[in-house]
């Protein structure tokens, strides 16, 4: 009996059975109809994401692959050390799994959805078409120009001796990025012309970022408050989920290099009601829209990053085709809702029939990084400190990995603790409560996440 075919189909199957068996008969069903789910990723948004898939009643497993140390030793998360794309989808065929949900955007870049599909087998995500949105910032931009969605202006170059020439006419501060994926590290925002030439060299010379780099966008410096705006799709209906705030800078203060993302927090109380219908009718909706138009079917996660001005007029800074990382850790705190259902219905095109509710308090996620992160980072160093799970925190776990009885980083973003209190500033107090136990050498963490949420409100 194959389980996803089988528990939809619960309720009408029971419908044959006598009125006083029912009952038994669902129960038994649902024990032996668990679901195996297979989640794609080794980071604190795939920890998330699948620690939330388990707790459906109806799962029996959650395969991560390939994991990190926390999914490791997750009640009912097991790691499948793959990564390719052909061995995970000969895998989901031999172990029946129900679905796939992708976490990153370098398997969505690389098609793993057209190849599960093509197999038959059902997987969350969007199409190596669609995911174009976040994999060429070049292609995301000419179509937000084609769709009349509000983003800064820009230029592309592939030669150095243009973008030069281009950085010259502008005024500093102006923003300089590389078109392909970069991990979150493609963006510099220069402050000064100097600056913008040093990184117009550094990807169109240097190849400091390879191939992602080849095609650079110099694009008009934007200022204000950034939000996370994040939605699912199931290729005709949208499902907004609770908005967030990353903090992209390595230091306090929003100073220091660009990264993956030090800390999040949800929901973003720069989206007020107004401005989320806002955004809906300028930004996603023609989004979905317009990569319809053009013959792409859009279904997965949408992520629109952006900047809205001190008038409250938001501008798209970018697209990712999947959840943000650290904002997914605050969000998936939040959700109450059964994520599992959630995902079927947007697998069914019924995500009109499915809502999600949230926790009315706020969630927030500090991120522990390596030594030399962004840049280098050192891997091996012992964990100490990390805390069981509680009723109002969860660590989530990235760049780890078991040796032994240890827990050792092996990657530049290593924890995401992440807490929830009745107001940013409670929230914020018992993350870094929970963080100060948690020890590793070179450890970086920011220590004002939230700040700018709780410094909103004075104003
Ligand atoms: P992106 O990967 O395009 O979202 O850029 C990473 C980060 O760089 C954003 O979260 C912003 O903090 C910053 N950034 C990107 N584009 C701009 C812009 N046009 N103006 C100001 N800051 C920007
Ligand atoms: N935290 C930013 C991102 O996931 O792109």
């Known amino acids: 009996m194959r389980c996803s075919k089988t528990s939809p189909r619960l309720a009408s199957l029971a419908s044959h059975v006598p009125e006083r068996l029912h009952a038994s008969f669902l129960y038994l069903l649902k024990i032996i109809c668990k679901m195996k789910l297979l989640v794609i990723g080794g980071g604190g948004r795939e920890h998330a994401l699948a620690w939330k898939l388990a707790q459906s009643p109806r799962i029996q497993k959650v395969f991560v692959a390939p994991g990190n140390a926390g999914t490791a030793r997750e009640n009912g998360l097991e790691n499948l050390p793959l ?32 190849v599960f599909r093509a197999g038959n087998l059902k997987i969350f995500g969007p199409t190596q078409k669609a995911a174009r949105l976040e994999s060429s910032k070049s292609f995301a931009k000419a179509f937000m120009q084609r769709y009349d969605i509000p983003t800064a202006k820009y230029a592309t170059f592939t030669r150095a001796s243009e973008a030069h020439a281009h950085i010259d006419k502008h005024d500093a501060p102006v923003v300089v990025k590389a078109d392909g994926l970069a991990a979150g590290k493609g963006v510099v925002v220069a402050m000064s012309k100097d600056e913008a030439h040093s990184a117009a060299d550094m990807m169109l010379v240097s190849s400091n970022m390879g191939k992602a780099g080849a095609s650079v966008l110099i694009e008009d410096y934007l200022e204000g408050e950034e939000a996370s705006f994040i939605v699912m799709c199931d290729g005709a209906h949208i499902l907004p989920l609770a908005t967030s705030q990353d903090h992209k800078r390595l230091l306090d203060g929003d100073k220091g290099p660009n990264t993956g993302g030090m800390g999040a927090y949800s929901p973003a109380p720069v989206v007020t009601p107004a401005l989320h219908n806002r955004v809906m009718r300028e930004i996603i909706r023609p989004a979905i829209k317009g990569m319809a138009q053009e013959g792409v079917v859009y279904t997965g996660f949408l992520y629109a990053g952006l900047m809205i001005d001190s008038k409250g007029n938001p501008k798209v800074l970018e697209f990712n085709c999947r959840m943000g990382d650290p904002e997914t850790q605050p969000i998936i705190l939040r959700l109450k809702s059964d994520l599992v259902s959630i995902i079927e219905h947007a697998l069914n095109g019924t995500l009109d029939q499915v809502s999600a509710e949230w926790d009315r308090r706020v969630a927030l996620g500090v991120v522990f990084a390596a030594a030399n992160y962004p840049d280098t980072p050192k891997k091996g160093d012992v964990i100490t400190g990390l805390p069981r799970a509680g009723e109002d925190f969860k660590v989530f776990h990235a760049g780890t990995q078991l040796n032994g009885k240890s827990v050792v980083t092996s990657g530049g973003r290593v924890l995401c603790v992440t807490a929830l209190g009745d107001n940013v500033k409670m929230a914020q107090r018992r993350a870094y409560e929970i963080a100060e136990g948690i020890r590793f050498n070179g450890m970086q963490m920011r220590r004002d996440i939230g700040n700018r949420a709780i410094n909103l409100k004075k104003h």
């Open 83 to 114: 990564t390719d794309i052909q061995e995970l989808a000969r895998f989901a065929q031999k172990e029946h799994i129900s679905f796939t949900t992708v976490g990153p955007e370098a398997p969505l870049a690389a098609g793993i959805v057209d």
